[in-house]
């Protein structure tokens, strides 16, 4: 009876955190697809109900598969800098003998990561300046009159140059995340591994990067998801120029709902980003589950 009582007190606590998440989460989340099935003008308040049919005019806008598209090179490159590159740079930094450069190199990589994304996006937008900025400055004192580009300008090199801001803002705090992952390695194994004669470049391999394998995938999951709700980057770089080929599916939902009042469309969107992350959320988990490494 008493074991019944403090299990019933126990989910009686979980009562207010899920009453929140219902509210605030899983509605919404169920108002969104409802939303979806609309054609809703929130100016006259007329709404029609249309079934499927944004998501049928969705999957054949040329514009969702281009913002689809640059989530997915942002998710990539994403990936290979703030995952991959940041791992590397962390075991750079944990490999110097001295703590105090060691502090002094995080503090310098995560100098960045402080600064917010529309000071950084409005940074960044001055140093792709084609006239004035730093960056045409800089290439055309290396090499006079090759490099005079608008990088913001062209639709080749827009996107890019909006992802190589976003990668310069969060390298740091990945760099930091995983410098505290491998601070938890015990020493004794590099220790025994440097003793059975293994160098730094094999030590990484067969003893850092598997023990930390769960902080690479976690860093994996919220890097992935976190390219697919892209936003404010693009807002402040581009707003989605030129002719639309740096839209992302955030700012295409904005634009839809707020720009073209069209708030099924919009809706629409959100599901699908929606399904998205979840899906990847999901499988990133699983993986990681299944390949937890104990010590």
């Known amino acids: ?70 989530n997915l090179w942002y998710a990539l490159l994403s990936v290979v800098f703030q995952v991959f590159g940041a791992l590397l740079l962390a075991a750079l930094v944990e490999s110097v003998r001295s703590t105090r450069w060691q502090r002094a190199l995080r503090t310098i990589y995560f100098i960045p990561s402080a600064i917010s994304l529309t000071v950084a996006g409005l940074l960044f ?37 909006v992802i190589a801001m976003s990668q310069w803002q969060g390298f740091g705090y990945s760099t930091l995340l995983f410098a ?61 120029g030129p002719d639309n080929s740096t839209h992302v599916l955030g700012t295409w939902l904005y634009r839809n709902g707020f720009v073209r009042n069209d708030f099924g469309h919009a809706a629409a969107i959100g599901t699908v980003i929606f399904v998205i992350t979840l899906t990847i959320a999901m499988a990133q988990l699983w993986f990681t589950r299944r390949r937890r490494v104990e010590w």
Do not use: C, K
């Open 1 to 70: 009876m008493r074991t019944l009582y403090r299990r019933a007190a126990g989910l009686a606590w979980t009562v207010p955190a899920l009453v929140l998440l219902a509210v605030f989460v899983y509605l919404p989340l169920v108002q969104n697809f409802a939303y979806s099935t609309l054609t809703w003008d929130i100016y006259s308040g007329t709404q029609q109900f249309v079934g499927l049919d944004n998501y049928s005019d969705l999957f054949a806008d040329p514009v969702f598969w281009t913002s689809f598209t640059n």
């Open 125 to 161: 937008y001055f140093i792709y300046e084609p006239n004035l900025g730093l960056l045409n400055h800089a290439l055309e004192a290396v090499a006079p009159g090759t490099f005079d580009h608008a990088w913001l300008g062209q639709e080749s090199t827009a996107m890019t140059a």
């Open 180 to 240: 505290v992952a491998i601070q938890r390695i015990p020493a004794e194994l590099h220790e025994a591994a440097a003793l059975d004669g293994a160098g730094p470049v094999r030590r990484f391999f067969q003893v850092t990067l598997p023990l930390v394998r769960e902080m690479t995938g976690l860093m994996l999951l919220v890097t992935v998801s976190g390219a697919f709700q892209v936003f404010n980057e693009v807002m402040v770089m581009t707003s989605g």
